[in-house]
Structure formats: structure tokens, C-alpha cells
């Protein structure tokens, strides 16, 4: 009917162990889908130089004479 008591915890030790890890497979390259027309643009050498003047022509105000 009665308990005995004591200053004594009871304790248990317990060990657990994990699976090893198995190898992953390497992940797929990611490829997004295209959403739509590739498309592209030919800038030939002498226009970029064009549009750097009128460029800078809208940002200063003022007219360049290119030679």
C-alpha cells in the first residue's frame, strides 16, 4: 500500500543511433521554361557611336558635329 521513498532518482541510460546517410543523386540541372520569342538586336560598330552623341546630346542640351 505505501510507497518507499528515497532520495534516489531513478535513471536509465538510452542510446539511439541514426541510419547512415544513403547517397543523393545530383540534383537536375534547372532549365526555366521560355515564356516567349528569342529575339536579338545587331549593333554594328559605328552606331554606338551615333547613339553616344545623341545621348548626350538629351543630357547636356547641346548640338556635337561628328567628323
Given amino acids: 500500500m505505501f510507497e518507499k521513498c528515497s532520495d534516489r532518482i531513478e535513471?536509465?541510460?538510452?542510446?539511439?543511433?541514426?541510419?547512415?546517410?544513403?547517397?543523393?543523386?545530383?540534383?537536375?540541372?534547372?532549365?526555366?521554361?521560355?515564356?516567349?520569342?528569342?529575339?536579338?538586336?545587331?549593333?554594328?560598330?559605328g552606331d554606338v557611336i551615333y547613339f553616344l552623341i545623341f545621348l548626350f546630346e538629351i543630357l547636356i542640351g547641346e548640338k556635337y558635329l561628328v567628323i
Fill in 11 to 45: 535513471e536509465a541510460d538510452v542510446d539511439v543511433q541514426t541510419d547512415a546517410f544513403l547517397d543523393r543523386p545530383p540534383s537536375p540541372l534547372f532549365i526555366p521554361q521560355s515564356t516567349g520569342k528569342d529575339i536579338a538586336t545587331q549593333i554594328e560598330a
